[in-house]
C-alpha cells in the first residue's frame, strides 16, 4: 500500500504506509504519476542547472568574461558583454556554444583558468546528495549526462566531489553532439545502452527534454530553479520539480 501526503510545493508525495519499507510513487497535483519508481532502472541526470547552481555559469559568461574581456580591450564594461552576448547567441545551443577551447580561441582569453578564478561559485543544489544517496539506496543506475566541455566536466567534479555518487558520466563533447540533437541519444546508446522506457532524464532545459521525448525517453522532469538567485522558470509543459526534495521519500523531505 501507499499513502499520499501533500507538501508546500503542490506535489502529492507517495510514502510507505504502515508496515511497509518501499517508497514507490511521486504524484503530480492532478494525481497522475510524476515518477514510478518501480519502473526506473536509469537516471539519466544533467550537471548544470540540475545538480548544480546555474549561478556560477551566469556569473561567469555573463559578469566574469565580459570584465576580463573588457580589460584586455580596454572596453566598458557594458560594451564588453553586449559584444559577448552577441557572439553567445549566434551559436547557442551547438557544441560549440558548451566548448571551453572555442571561446579561448574566439576571445583570446584562458576559459579555464577563468572559470578556477571564481570556483568559489561552483555548488551543488539543495537536496541533491540526499536525492543520490537514495537512490543508490534503492539500486539505481546514476549517470550524469552533460554538454559540458571535459576541462569544466573536471573542475565541477572536483569541486563538488559529486562524482562518488555517480557510476558514470558521459561529457556530450566525447560523443561529437549535444543533448539538443536526437542523435546525440543514439550515441549515447552506444556507451551507455539503456531502455527509453525505464530511464528518467532530469535536465533544466526545454530544448533538451524535447529531444530526449523525441527520442522515447519515458521520464522526464525539468528543473525549474537551475540558477537559486533567479526566478523559477515555467515549466512549457514538462513534469517538473524546483528541487530535488520534491522527489525525496517523506522521511527525508522533512529534514
Sequence with gaps: MIAYIGNDSGVIIGIPAAGSCDFKLIMANNFKPLVDWNQIELLLLDMDG?????????????????????????????????????????????????????????????????????????????????????????????????????????????????????????????LGLPKEMPQFWEKLQEVEPFDPQRTLFVDDSPSVLASASAYGIRWLLRVLKPDTRAPARDADGFPAIHDFSELLPLGKHLR
Design 50 to 174: 540540475t545538480l548544480l547552481d546555474l549561478h556560477f555559469d551566469n556569473h561567469f559568461w555573463l559578469e566574469h568574461v565580459p570584465r576580463r574581456y573588457a580589460e584586455m580591450h580596454d572596453l566598458p564594461p557594458e560594451a564588453a558583454r553586449e559584444q559577448l552576448l552577441a557572439r553567445y547567441q549566434r551559436i547557442e545551443g551547438t557544441l560549440e556554444w558548451y566548448c571551453v577551447d572555442h571561446w579561448s580561441r574566439e576571445l583570446g582569453l584562458d576559459i579555464a583558468v577563468l572559470k578556477a578564478e571564481v570556483e568559489h561559485l561552483i555548488s551543488v543544489h539543495p537536496h541533491v546528495v540526499d536525492f543520490l544517496q537514495a537512490m543508490r539506496a534503492q539500486g539505481k543506475r546514476i549517470v550524469l549526462v552533460t554538454n559540458a566541455h571535459q576541462k569544466s566536466l573536471e573542475l565541477k567534479l572536483q569541486r563538488t566531489r559529486l562524482g562518488g555518487y555517480l557510476d558514470a558520466a558521459v561529457c556530450a563533447h566525447d
